[in-house]
T-cell receptor, first 116, second 113 residues
Framework: NAGVTQTPKFQVLKTGQSMTLQCAQD?????MYWYRQDPGMGLRLIYY???????DKGEVPNGYNVSRLNKREFSLRLESAAPSQTSVYFC???????????????FGPGTRLTVL | GNSVTQMEGPVTLSEEAFLTINCTYT??????LFWYVQYPGEGLQLLLK?????DKGSNKGFEATYRKETTSFHLEKGSVQVSDSAVYFC????????????FGKGTRLSVIA
């Protein structure tokens, strides 16, 4: 099992450009998440998908869109990149997002994005 | 709303020293509590968890006890190693509905030989 994979690992964009971050998991998990990590801010949830066919906003959704393409894949799109979106982006998955509350989230290796 | 507060770092310790990283939370009901670790250049990975009051999570010599009365989940290790240098995140998940993890801001630990 590869777990959670993310592409690309690094990306540099100019202000106004668009791009899509890809995430896939091979653990048959129902729930998937996108976070951004900034110095001193911890991880902040951008969007999540509790199950295939559903998506919900997290703490910082502005400037982003997501697509749950199928059970395995959950992509994050920046339509018009801004310098404030310079960050490290992590995708994660879990068997479910609710229930007993003890489900572990598994993280990908991250995408380091710089917007000039 | 739900939140997690953990001690600010960085924390610098000598090898074999005792480690405590404080974590307190605010949540309704009985959330599940987690510690995640992030090694340099990597994603987060689960270190330990506890799902109910008085539970103790443990892994790789690290321990944390779910204290409902003090709403705390402090991380401890009796003797740290250089390889423990990383960023540690405390997190909670509230019960019910669709409830993603809520993370603290992270504490960077550096262990020197």
């Amino acid at each position: 099992n590869a777990g959670v994979t993310q592409t690309p690992k690094f990306q540099v964009l100019k202000t106004g450009q668009s791009m899509t971050l890809q995430c896939a998991q091979d653990m048959n998990h129902n729930s998937m998440y996108w976070y951004r990590q900034d110095p001193g801010m911890g991880l902040r949830l951008i969007y999540y998908s509790a199950s295939e066919g559903t998506t919900d906003k997290g703490e910082v959704p502005n400037g982003y869109n997501v697509s749950r393409l199928n059970k395995r894949e959950f992509s994050l799109r920046l339509e018009s990149a801004a310098p404030s979106q310079t960050s490290v982006y992590f995708c994660a998955s879990s068997a479910s997002s609710g229930g007993a509350g003890g489900d572990t989230q598994y993280f990908g290796p991250g995408t380091r994005l710089t917007v000039l | 709303g739900n939140s997690v507060t953990q001690m600010e770092g960085p924390v610098t310790l000598s090898e074999e020293a005792f480690l405590t990283i404080n974590c307190t939370y605010t949540a309704t009901g009985y959330p599940s509590l987690f510690w995640y670790v992030q090694y340099p250049g990597e994603g987060l990975q689960l270190l330990l968890k506890a799902t109910k009051a008085d539970d103790k999570g443990s892994n790789k010599g690290f321990e944390a006890t779910y204290r409902k009365e003090t709403t705390s989940f402090h991380l401890e290790k009796g003797s740290v190693q250089v390889s423990d240098s990383a960023v540690y995140f405390c997190a909670l998940r509230a019960l019910g509905g669709n409830t993603p993890l809520v993370f603290g801001k992270g504490t960077r630990l550096s262990v020197i030989a």
